[in-house]
């Protein structure tokens, strides 16, 4: 009779845990995922709105975004040296005396017969002037002006390549921004899923709470009937204080997490929720072509564009030991001599480095060594990214098979726990047997959360290593 009322006391007691365990939508992922199921979270923030709030708010990102538009700039500037080059210059000086000064001796230029004839025709005092020197000082002050176009013709090719140069650095800046982006995605989705991770196991401590207060409830009753030992009554109150003090570990962290995620994703509301799916895909369907998906990583596109960078700078180190042929036009006024004047003209320059040859050809060469050293360097770290490619799918495999493992763990945790449940009714197992059980019960459900989670944040990292 006694053996009978403790069956059906605790046949009641532990029929809270059969309703979790033979939940319907259970399924294969367990009591875990039912949870969620059944609460929903359809409210909530999805993890691509939290991605794309942190890509909008992010220092890293504004700072690459800058940086692509300086890029821009660089090269519209660098487009302006297709076009001529127009200046204009103006002086206006006033000196202490003229800048031109001479001394002239009209006697000396005149002849014996000219002295005659000037002798008959002018006064005594005129002639003694002509036979003494004159002093003349000009350009004492004057205004010079001028307006000059330049038109390079022929410079080794430094404009072109120095545009080609420019396009290079600007694409560089995107690529950059795409490895911000990759960064701030990779953490948003690392806070997220441990926000995740933290609820879901709040709901499971929900869970065994629930279960724990309803064996409490009959085991007292049993007790106070004389059908049951107060010790297993302690035993339970004891489980029960140890899911309290889990419960505000649990609480702190996930409100810790919530203001880190709220902070890097720029959410003034830090009670919000989150939205997730717990249905997890074969990983094969990720899978791609780790050769031909190198071309379409920014990496390999970082290492490539450093290749034609070096290209560029190799071409351009040889133009500036070429000739350089340039046309141009002006036009000129001066006042120099207290009257206006001005003149246009045109004229063409070629300048050739001679002794520049000596240093030049040294450039050349350091700049040929640099261009061979990027291409070493881009086919070693092409092999590097692949192997990285397939580490991140092993990580994807391993943490797949991880989480099919921790599932098969819930369903044998919940047959273990239905067993010790069978053999408490029966009298032949302890409460100590029953909580154990219901413990690695509960140590299964957080490990299934735990292997769920890395295994985003593993598909995450393949993604992003083949480039998408």
């Known amino acids: ?23 319907p939508s259970l399924g294969a992922l367990g009591a875990c995922d039912a949870l969620l199921a059944k609460n929903g979270m359809g409210a909530g923030l999805t993890l691509d709105q939290l991605k794309d709030s942190a890509l909008h708010n992010n220092i890293a990102i504004r700072s690459a975004q800058h940086g692509i538009e300086a890029a821009q700039q660089q090269r519209k500037e660098t487009f302006t040296k297709f076009f001529p080059n127009i200046s204009g210059t103006g002086l206006w000086f006033n000196a202490n005396k ?18 005659a004839s000037l002798a008959k025709m002018l006064p005594v005092e005129a002639l003694a002037a002509l036979s003494s020197p004159i002093s003349i000082s000009m350009m004492k002050n004057g205004t010079i002006g001028s307006l000059m176009a330049v038109q390079p013709v022929f410079v080794g090719g430094q404009i072109v390549n120095g545009n080609k140069l420019a396009k290079v650095g600007e694409d560089v800046s995107r690529l950059q921004l795409q490895l911000s982006e990759n960064e701030v995605e990779r953490t948003a989705e690392q806070y997220f899923w441990q926000l995740a991770s933290l609820q879901e196991k709040m709901k499971t401590i929900d869970a065994v709470d629930t279960l724990l207060s309803g064996i409490h409830k009959d085991v007292e009753v049993a007790v106070r009937a004389g ?17 309290e003090s889990q419960r505000l570990k649990l609480q702190n962290g996930i409100s810790i997490v919530r203001l880190l995620l709220s902070q890097y994703c720029g959410l003034r509301d830090t009670s919000f929720a989150i939205s997730y799916q717990t249905s997890v895909a074969s990983p094969m369907v990720s899978k791609q072509d780790h050769q031909q998906a ?23 180190a040889v133009g500036q030991n070429l000739p350089s042929v340039a046309i ?18 045109v004229f063409a320059t070629v300048s050739v480095p001679i002794s520049d040859w000596w240093g030049g050809s040294h450039a050349i060469k350091r700049r040929k060594i640099e261009y061979q050293k990027a291409q070493e360097q881009l086919e070693d770290n092409a092999k590097l990214l692949q192997i990285r490619m397939q580490n991140a799918w092993n ?18 945790a919940e047959e273990n726990l239905r067993l010790n449940r069978d053999y408490y009714r029966a009298g032949t197992s302890r409460m100590s047997d029953l909580l154990e059980a219901q413990l690695l019960y509960q140590q299964s459900c957080d490990k299934h959360t735990d ?8 598909l995450l990292e393949y993604r992003q290593a083949i480039g998408q």
């Open 1 to 23: 009779m006694k053996i009978l009322f403790i069956f059906f006391a605790l046949l009641s007691a532990l029929s809270v845990q059969a309703q979790v365990t033979n939940h």
């Open 98 to 115: 003229g800048m031109a000064q001479t001394t002239i001796n009209p006697s000396e230029s005149i002849s014996p017969e000219l002295g």
């Open 227 to 243: 059908l049951a030992m107060r010790n297993d009554l302690l035993q339970v109150q004891l489980r029960q204080n140890g899911i």
């Open 294 to 316: 190198l071309s379409g990583t920014a990496e390999y596109q970082l290492l490539d564009k450093q290749v034609e960078a070096t290209r560029l700078q190799k071409r351009m």
């Open 328 to 345: 141009g036009a002006g036009y000129n006024y001066h006042n120099l001599m207290d009257k206006d004047h001005t003149f246009g003209m």
């Open 395 to 412: 990580g994807v495999e391993e943490s797949y098979q991880q989480l099919q493992l921790a599932q098969r763990s819930i369903e044998q």
């Open 451 to 458: 292997a769920f989670a890395n295994y985003q944040s593993k």
